[in-house]
């Protein structure tokens, strides 16, 4: 091998791929050696040294130099085949280390193929991938567009590099920033926490190091050129900018903003904030299916609870009746529970035991039997609220059941027409119904109730009254003894103090859907 030859190789495989040049002549060495060994036995003691400056090739066999004329006849076929697989490892391990010190980092590359799928990005030296989970949610890439996302994960595959990109991590929203305002970078002002969920909304909280800066206005820019130019790369996800503060107080407030905040009641021991708003913030402060509260909670590290203050009140007043029902838990210090922020059996069945027991000074075996005795009534209430959930579930799927019939839930006259009968039981049906229609008709107009009740409106001349006793006897009369009876049994329902119709459809209790 021509050591000038071997130089330039070394060099090219330094400036195009990147790789050091130690590692390159390693690979040469230990390739060489490789193919001499075959040639002359895996036993036998061969060395081969590359000079680095001249690229002459020194080896020895069992102590004993060689030749360049017996170098020359080593297998170079093997040797060639041995040196592009040690240059390929060579180059998997630098393109490993370029990429996993950039994790976290943005890039930006051109797509290669999107179809709906998993996405390949060309970033020059190695194509990554963007799968779908990583991509923001709403979002279409197209090929041969650019694209800009952060290092999620670097893996070897073999003897390639498999670069993972995501779109949906909150250090993406940093990176944009630090991209469009050059305060970042500068240290002017800061990014101190980011909740985000993709495709939505993302919360910033900034602060600045310099009193007359307003971190809030910075980042907006002019007319909102900054914020807009980040949006618009995230696929148009709302972003707010609150201001940063170590306490939590102050922080809260901020980070659920556009709602007001009356009040916010920290519970060290178990992380929670209470935060009490007027009536007319509460929908605003949990936000759109809770999205609000939970950005907030993300952004703050606090497990937010968004509440009024009359709910608050019957909160505790529950928590101090149930805890006292415990065997062993006071009055008092169910009371001190409820201060501390344990508003429920599933808080209680966390508490840390040498807290409680600092709290309530009872025996640690006192407190063991409490915890599990909530941890037990916990689990009640998880499966009764789970029930409860099953049922409205099933209440929905049938109403809109019957919506889509176009009608509602057979009641009253429908419902006894769909219901099976026999022809005999259909005759005996439509007797009873003719026979109580034509007492109906015969009774007088005002219900006997109505007419105990008012006698000096209701009560009927005499004459009227023996008219309508000698009507009903001519009626029981002209009907035999069967349709006798089946009018005795129809007339209950047919004719009620209410005066409804036979089938009870004008009752208002039997038209309610069960």
Request: charged fraction near 30%.
């Amino acid at each position: 091998m021509n050591p000038q030859d071997i130089l330039r190789y070394v060099d090219s495989m330094h400036r195009e791929k990147n790789i050091d040049t130690d590692l390159v002549f390693s690979a040469i060495e230990s390739a060489l050696q490789s193919a001499a060994k075959r040639q002359y036995g895996e036993e036998s003691d061969i060395t081969v040294n590359l000079d680095r400056s001249n690229g002459r090739i020194m080896a020895t066999l069992d102590g004993q130099p060689l030749g360049d004329d017996q170098i020359g006849r080593i297998g170079a076929q093997t040797a060639k085949q041995v040196i592009i697989q040690k240059v390929r490892e060579a180059e998997r391990d630098s393109l490993m280390t370029e990429y996993r010190e950039q994790i976290g980092e943005i890039v930006s590359g051109i797509i290669g193929k999107a179809d709906g799928g998993v996405a390949t990005v060309n970033l020059g030296n190695v194509e990554a991938i963007l799968p779908r989970s990583e991509q923001i949610p709403g979002e279409t890439l197209h090929a041969n567009e650019r694209v800009r996302a952060i290092v999620f994960e670097v893996r070897a595959a073999g003897n390639r590099v498999r670069v993972v990109l995501s779109r949906t991590r909150p250090q993406l929203v940093q990176r944009l920033f630090e991209q469009e305002i050059p305060e970042l970078s500068e240290g002017v002002i800061s990014i101190n926490s980011i909740s985000r969920e993709p495709g939505y909304r993302s919360k910033v909280a900034v602060s600045s190091v310099d009193s007359q800066v307003d971190p809030i206005a910075v980042c907006v820019g002019y007319r909102g050129s900054r914020i807009k130019a980040v949006r618009e790369e995230l696929a148009g996800e709302h972003i707010d900018v609150v201001r940063f503060s170590d306490d939590p107080q102050v922080l809260i407030p901020n980070a659920l903003q556009p709602a007001e905040v009356e009040q916010v009641l920290l519970c060290d021991l178990i992380g929670r904030a209470i935060v009490l708003v007027q009536e007319d913030q509460l929908s605003l402060a949990i936000g759109r299916r809770g999205q609000n509260v939970r950005l907030a909670s993300k952004l703050c590290g606090w497990d937010i609870e968004i509440m009024t203050g009359g709910e608050l009140e019957e909160q505790i007043e529950r928590a101090v009746t149930g805890f006292s029902q415990i065997d062993g838990v006071t009055e008092e210090i169910a009371q001190a529970l409820v201060e501390q922020g344990y508003l429920s059996y599933d808080d209680l069945s966390v508490i840390e035991p040498d807290v409680f027991a600092e709290m309530s000074g009872l025996p640690l075996e006192t407190i063991d039997r409490i915890v599990e005795v909530a941890e037990a009534r916990a689990e009640e209430a998880e499966e009764a609220a789970a029930e409860e959930r099953a049922q409205r579930r099933e209440r929905e799927k049938a109403q809109k059941a019957v919506e889509a019939q176009g009608g509602e839930a057979p009641t009253g006259e429908a419902a006894t027409s769909e219901a099976p009968a026999d022809d005999a039981g259909a005759e005996q049906a439509v007797s009873a119904e003719a026979e109580s229609v034509e007492v109906e008709a015969e009774s007088p107009e005002a219900p006997v109730a109505e007419a105990e009740a008012e006698p000096a409106e209701t009560e009927a001349p005499a004459e009227e009254a023996e008219a309508s006793a000698d009507a009903e006897e001519a009626v029981a009369e002209s009907a035999d003894d069967s349709q006798e009876t089946d009018a005795s049994q129809a007339q209950p329902t047919a004719v009620g103090q209410d005066g409804g119709d036979v089938d009870g459809s004008d009752d208002p209790q039997r038209n309610e859907p069960s």
